[in-house]
C-alpha cells in the first residue's frame, strides 16, 4: 500500500486551469495567498513565453518558481532571474516553418509554437531536416520543443530547487501538455473544464472549472482533505 504523504507544494498550469481567457480572477488570486500564507510552495507551469506571461499576469511574485516555454525555462520571481533549460530552436527551422506559410509562428527561447492545423507541416519538416525536435499538443496550439523537454521536466527542475518531493505535490492542470507533470505528482487534479484524457487519469476532478476549480483544492489541501502518495514514476 502506498504510504500518504500532505501536500507541501501546488503546480498550477495557466491558461484554462489557474486563469479564465488568460486572466486570473480576484477570488483565484485570494485563494493562491491562503495557501502562499499555510507555508505551501506554489510552481506555475505554463507554455507561454515569459515576456507573454508577464504581459497577462505582471505580478508573479506570489509562485516560487515559474516553469514557462512548456518546461524549457525556469524564471524565478524574487531574483528576476531566468534560467535555460533547453537549446535554442535552430534557425534553419524557423526559417524553413516561415517559407512553408506556417502562420502564426512564434519563436521564445527555446519553444516554436503554432496553431495545431500545421501538425502535418511541422512534423514534415523535422523529420526532413531530422531535428530532434518533439511536437507537443495544447489544445488547438501545437509547441516544438527539444525532445524530451516537457512541463514534467521543467517541474522536477523546480522542485529540485524547493528541496520538495514530486509525493508531496499536488498538480492541476486540463489540457494534454499537462498529463507529464501531472502524471509525475503525488496528487492529480484535472479542473471540470480539462480535456477528457486528463479527467480520466486524475486522483480528483474539481466541481469548478478554471480558478473555481483551483480554489476548490487549495480549499480541500487547506482542509486536510487531500494527500499525496508516492507517484509511481517519482
Known amino acids: 500500500m502506498k504510504p500518504f504523504l500532505p501536500i507541501r507544494a501546488l503546480a498550477y498550469d495557466y491558461d484554462e486551469t489557474l486563469a479564465c481567457q488568460g486572466r486570473v480572477a480576484p477570488s483565484t488570486i485570494a485563494a493562491l495567498s491562503r495557501f502562499h500564507a499555510s507555508g505551501g510552495k506554489m510552481v506555475l507551469i505554463t507554455g ?34 531566468a534560467e535555460a533549460l533547453a537549446g535554442q530552436p535552430p534557425e534553419a527551422f524557423v526559417r524553413r516553418l516561415r517559407q512553408r506559410g506556417v502562420r502564426p509562428l512564434s519563436v521564445g527561447r527555446s519553444i516554436v509554437a503554432t496553431v495545431r492545423l500545421h501538425y502535418d507541416t511541422v512534423s514534415e519538416t523535422i523529420a526532413d531536416m531530422r531535428l530532434h525536435l518533439a511536437t507537443i499538443l495544447n489544445r488547438s496550439s501545437l509547441m516544438i520543443l527539444p525532445a524530451g523537454v516537457h512541463k514534467g521536466t521543467g517541474l522536477m527542475v523546480a522542485l529540485a530547487k524547493l528541496r520538495i518531493p514530486a509525493a508531496q505535490v499536488a498538480g492541476i492542470g486540463d489540457a494534454e501538455n499537462d498529463e507529464p507533470f501531472l502524471s ?22 474539481t466541481d469548478g472549472a478554471c480558478g473555481d476549480g483551483v480554489i476548490e483544492t487549495i480549499d480541500r489541501v487547506l482542509a486536510g482533505d487531500l494527500c499525496g502518495t508516492q507517484a509511481h514514476h517519482w
Open 184 to 205: 509525475l505528482c503525488g496528487y492529480s487534479v484535472a479542473v471540470a473544464n480539462a480535456i477528457p484524457a486528463i479527467k480520466q487519469s486524475a486522483d480528483l476532478v
Open 48 to 81: 507561454r513565453e515569459l515576456n507573454d506571461l508577464q504581459s497577462v499576469s505582471p505580478d508573479l511574485h506570489c509562485f516560487d518558481l515559474v516553469v514557462a516555454e512548456n518546461g524549457a525555462l525556469l524564471f524565478h520571481p524574487a531574483s528576476g532571474e
